[in-house]
């Protein structure tokens, strides 16, 4: 309905009223009550503060309440063990280890790191030696070997084993040979696809053709001549080329996609199913940590202790990774990001956003036993649509730990084949400088519905800085799930500061429900970062509510309501009645259309999304109008004009408006209460009627919601 306040006050619910006694006021916000004994509805403090003082949770807080974690950081670890963040240096890129080819393979001694590759356009593979200092040196394959993939390398009584695609087929050296010997192939009953060393004897599991990875030998033979006995049958006979074999606790452990099997030297046994829900993502990543098992599923990352098994966190959180290892007592986790991998919800948030545009970016993440964080970015520069010969050229592949140093291998890609990237993680002799950026994502449980205005922030460090150095601030209220949307909040500075014990901003017109911000610098890796502390004041949101009286009579012909324009009105009493009864009843928001009238300027087309008029200043900041039969939904406003709207909302259609059309404050309200309703009654000749010589009003309450 087209409001006409010639001849109306008010409409709710499109139904048009004349009132009386009209009363506007600021309606009382609702904070829920803390704590126990006599207290006011509105009782709250107005400061509040909220402090993350120590970062031993890792990544993903979610509440205010969990003041021991962060939403995110890269490039930041807690090296020391205290909880206190410090930098870690960024990785090294580096080309040619390996050529155009994929890591299959590999195993490291006290004193190498071995790698298998294979190469994609003719397939061929490759072993190499790398030691402590990263020279690394080629080893001499047999072609028997080179024209099949590595599927396993172990060190067995000091000499390099290595297994292959395909039946009867095994090589060995010596660790500090260059030159690899295959064992006779002389034997019938096959030879082992995927190795392990337990209890100083070589295990594996069979390598034939249609059913390998489903039982595990017991290898049996000598340098010169391959034999295997069945140490353990599964039943299944299903191949499954992403299985993984290793010890834990002292059993040998099978993961396949459908299940997790142990054997104990006598017999083997199913540790968990997923028959029913077989997938190449489970029981993927198997690495043995601090006595834990740990694995990802399709759902989520899990740890075992031998008995029980424990949801960690969720897949929706953190991402499927590429590859794990173990080294430096840590799990060492990466990711990647590209249009072929998609990004999680949390690469998103911190930037790995492969689908805004960047180019292909890579995560390491490194979990500690205690909390997962993001210690590196890999980034190979290559752009989305660049004519890839592959689905995932280019992305990380495999990581792995050796004296100190972390490798991340990927996949070949034209601009940089054989790119890799090499990390020292031994960070407390690093030095230098180092980018880092760390993200809280927090809100304040108790009141989330209710605004809040930012008050000022301060960070302590760890440390001294040798120099000043700037700490950037950003902020964002909304989407968190994405990368974009980052306001500049200021800087900190660090060595001028630190005179005054703590680091402060002040900043200004901050207000929110929910907050999230970044701080990033590059700064000296001799200190960190040891609390972040929030503070802000409570500041509930602004809202109407209406006392008046509504004069719900007119159908009289004799004594009709009369409307503003002089003229009777033809309005039904049990319409406007049942309306008024009906709004009140209702757990859906009404439309009201207040008593002020502002005046458009120009004419405006069905489209546009900003609207000029004479004045704002009976508005709020943002809210609702009605034009005509449309109401649009702004989000801002100047002296004069309306932004960011939303056509046609409501239940409403966008149209074009004429210039000087009426404009009016409009609100989503409650009835929330009927005050009074007087009607006069006619008890003459025992027929009780409503008197319709006289008026029929109701007065009620409206609040804004």
Same mark, same amino acid.
């Given at each position: 309905?087209?409001?006409?306040?010639?001849?109306?006050?008010?409409?709710?619910?499109?139904?048009?009223?004349?009132?009386?006694?009209?009363?506007?006021?600021?309606?009382?916000?609702?904070?829920?009550?803390?704590?126990?004994?006599?207290?006011?509805?509105?009782?709250?403090?107005?400061?509040?503060?909220?402090?993350?003082d120590g970062f031993a949770g890792g990544n993903l807080q979610r509440k205010w309440k969990d003041d021991k974690s962060i939403f995110g950081s890269e490039?930041?670890?807690?090296?020391?063990?205290?909880?206190?963040?410090?930098?870690?240096?960024?990785?090294?890129?580096?080309?040619?280890?390996?050529?155009?080819s994929l890591v299959t393979a590999w195993c490291t001694s006290d004193k190498y790191l071995f790698v298998a590759t294979t190469s994609y356009n003719t397939p061929t593979t490759s072993i190499l030696r790398i030691d402590a200092a990263g020279t690394v040196t080629g080893i001499t394959a047999p072609t028997g070997l080179q024209q099949r993939r590595c599927t396993s390398m172990v060190i067995w009584n000091n000499e390099l084993w290595v297994s292959s695609e395909g039946e009867y087929n095994l090589w060995y050296m010596s660790q500090n040979a260059t030159t690899l010997t295959q064992?006779?192939?002389?034997?019938?009953?096959?030879?082992?696809?995927?190795?392990c060393v337990y209890n100083g004897q070589l295990y594996g599991t069979n390598a034939g053709a249609n059913d390998y990875n489903v039982h595990i030998w017991k290898y049996t033979g000598s340098k010169t001549a391959i034999s295997v006995t069945s140490a353990g049958d599964t039943g299944i006979r299903t191949p499954d080329a992403n299985a993984n074999l290793f010890v834990f606790?002292?059993?040998i452990y099978l993961a396949r996609r459908d299940s997790l099997w142990a054997y104990d030297g006598i017999r083997i046994a199913m540790?968990?199913?997923?028959?029913?829900?077989?997938?190449?993502?489970?029981?993927?990543?198997?690495?043995?940590?601090?006595?834990?098992?740990?694995?990802?599923?399709?759902?989520?990352?899990?740890?075992?202790?031998?008995?029980?098994?424990?949801?960690?966190?969720?897949?929706?959180?953190?991402?499927f990774p590429r590859d794990v290892c173990t080294g430096k007592n840590r799990l060492w986790i990466i990711y990647s990001n590209s249009e072929f991998s998609g990004s999680s919800r949390y690469d998103k948030s911190m930037g790995y956003d492969y689908s805004s545009g960047n180019p292909l970016d890579g995560r390491v993440a490194v979990f500690d036993g205690k909390a997962m964080f993001t210690y590196g970015r890999t980034n190979i520069g290559l752009s989305k649509g660049s004519n890839n010969d592959f689905s995932g050229q280019g992305e990380n592949a495999r990581v792995v730990w050796h004296a100190n140093n972390l490798y991340v291998f990927t996949s070949y890609e034209k601009t940089g084949p054989g790119t890799y990237f090499k990390f020292n993680t031994d960070?407390?002799?690093a030095t230098g400088t180092s980018t880092w950026r760390l993200i809280t994502s927090i809100f304040d449980a108790d009141f989330a519905m209710v605004d809040k205005t930012l008050e000022n922030l301060e960070? #302590?460090? $760890? /440390?001294? *800085? &040798?120099?000043?150095?700037?700490?950037?601030?950003?902020?964002?209220?909304?989407?968190?799930?994405? %990368?974009?949307?980052?306001?500049?909040?200021?800087?900190?500075?660090?060595?001028?500061?630190?005179?005054?014990?703590?680091?402060?901003?002040?900043?200004?017109?901050?207000?929110?429900?929910?907050?999230?911000?970044?701080?990033?610098?590059?700064?000296?890796?001799?200190?960190?970062?040891?609390?972040?502390?929030?503070?802000?004041?409570?500041?509930?949101?602004?809202?109407?509510?209406?006392?008046?009286?509504?004069?719900?009579?007119?159908?009289?012909?004799?004594?009709?309501?009369? #409307?503003? $324009? /002089?003229? *009777? &009105?033809?309005?039904?009493?049990?319409?406007?009645?049942?309306?008024?009864?009906?709004?009140?009843? %209702?757990?859906?928001?009404?439309?009201?259309?207040?008593?002020?009238?502002?005046?458009?300027?120009?004419a405006h087309n069905n489209s546009v999304t900003t609207f000029n008029i004479n004045t704002t200043a009976l508005l709020k900041d943002s809210g609702y109008v009605q034009i005509d039969d449309e109401i649009i939904y702004f989000a801002a406003k100047t002296g004069t004009t309306l932004t960011g709207c939303i056509r046609g909302v409501?239940?409403?259609?966008?149209?074009?408006?004429?210039?000087?059309a009426a404009v009016f404050p409009a609100y989503r309200v409650i009835v929330r209460q009927l005050a009074n309703e007087r009607i006069e009654m006619d008890d003459s000749d025992l027929d009780r009627k409503e008197d319709m010589s006289k008026p029929s009003q109701i007065t009620i309450q409206l609040q804004e919601v």
């Open positions: 309905m087209s409001f006409d306040n010639s001849k109306y006050d008010i409409a709710l619910n499109n139904v048009g009223y004349r009132i009386q006694g009209y009363q506007k006021a600021e309606a009382s916000t609702f904070i829920p009550r803390l704590g126990s004994g006599a207290q006011a509805e509105s009782e709250f403090d107005l400061l509040r503060a909220k402090t993350i490039s930041l670890f807690p090296i020391y063990d205290d909880g206190n963040l410090y930098p870690v240096k960024q990785m090294q890129a580096l080309t040619n280890i390996h050529g155009k064992v006779s192939a002389s034997q019938t009953n096959g030879s082992p696809r995927l190795l606790q002292g059993k540790v968990d199913d997923s028959l029913k829900n077989v997938s190449d993502q489970n029981y993927a990543f198997p690495a043995v940590l601090k006595g834990y098992l740990y694995y990802f599923m399709q759902d989520g990352f899990y740890r075992y202790n031998g008995s029980m098994i424990e949801k960690l966190y969720d897949i929706s959180e953190i991402g960070e407390m002799k960070i #302590l460090l $760890d /440390g001294a *800085p &040798s120099a000043d150095e700037t700490i950037a601030i950003e902020y964002r209220p909304t989407d968190f799930a994405g %990368s974009t949307g980052w306001t500049n909040l200021g800087t900190f500075k660090t060595q001028s500061k630190l005179q005054e014990s703590i680091i402060r901003s002040l900043p200004a017109g901050v207000v929110f429900k929910k907050i999230q911000f970044r701080l990033s610098g590059t700064t000296d890796v001799s200190y960190g970062i040891a609390k972040f502390v929030i503070r802000y004041i409570i500041t509930p949101d602004f809202k109407y509510q209406w006392q008046f009286t509504v004069n719900a009579f007119g159908d009289n012909t004799v004594e009709p309501l009369m #409307l503003k $324009d /002089g003229k *009777p &009105s033809t309005q039904k009493v049990s319409d406007l009645r049942g309306n008024i009864y009906t709004a009140r009843s %209702s757990d859906v928001p009404r439309v009201f259309i207040d008593l002020d009238q502002l005046d458009l300027n120009g409501l239940g409403t259609a966008a149209a074009a408006h004429n210039d000087n």
